[in-house]
């Protein structure tokens, strides 16, 4: 037998997906509000198939695909929650940031679903450049360790730590 061609695909963009969701709930006559779709999109990270199957899982469990329902189908961070993270780390409230992490620790949310919501968040926040950059960076290194088995509350609380240190170096700058 021959190897089998291995075909990938690039990411698609936000547009591109939300044009084919308005076609298929269309078709479908699937209820929807415009918060549902985005969130559809935001867990879809640019796959058409992920963004398919989450709207369909979302409307056969619920009947409606708003923001609530489609969070609750995919099982991730809601995004509001961890942007809320982020801006109290910009606005020097630490212990307001680890408090929002530990409610979602709390809830039972891995680890890694954090740490890639919050890489997703990062990517997209409106900020200086070079904290962007830096916040990626480390967001990236603490991922790396998570991947490695050590992925703790406390760990999750040493990247918020680092955003921090990150954003006070900024200021002195």
């Known amino acids: 037998m ?3 061609p291995v075909v990938r695909f690039s990411r698609l963009s936000d547009q ?3 044009d084919r969701l308005m076609v298929v709930v269309g078709a479908e006559k ?28 979302t409307y056969c469990g619920f009947r409606f695909v708003n923001q609530e329902n489609v969070f609750k189908v995919c ?14 780390v910009l606005e020097g409230k630490f212990d307001d940031a680890c408090l929002g992490l530990k ?6 949310y891995s680890p890694t679903d ?8 990062i990517k997209k926040y409106d900020m200086a450049e070079y904290l962007k950059l830096e916040f990626m960076k480390e967001t990236g290194f603490a991922h790396m360790r998570i991947c490695d088995g050590i992925g703790s509350y406390l760990q999750l609380c ?13 200021r002195a700058t």
Do not use: W
């Not at 929807?32 to 198939?49: H, K, N, P, Q």
């Not at 409610?103 to 039972?108: A, C, E, H, V």
């Not at 954090?114 to 968040?121: A, G, N």
């Open 2 to 4: 021959y190897p089998r």
């Open 16 to 18: 591109e997906i939300l």
């Open 30 to 57: 699937v209820p929807y509000v415009s918060e549902g779709l985005e969130a559809i999109i935001f867990t879809a990270d640019g796959d058409m198939r992920q963004a398919l199957n989450n709207s369909q899982a």
């Open 75 to 88: 099982d991730q961070p809601h995004p509001l929650h961890v942007k809320n993270m982020v801006r109290h």
């Open 103 to 108: 409610q979602l620790y709390d809830l039972g």
């Open 114 to 121: 954090i740490i890639t919501t919050l890489f997703r968040i």
């Open 158 to 170: 040493g990247l918020l730590a680092k955003f921090s240190l990150a954003r006070e170096t900024a």
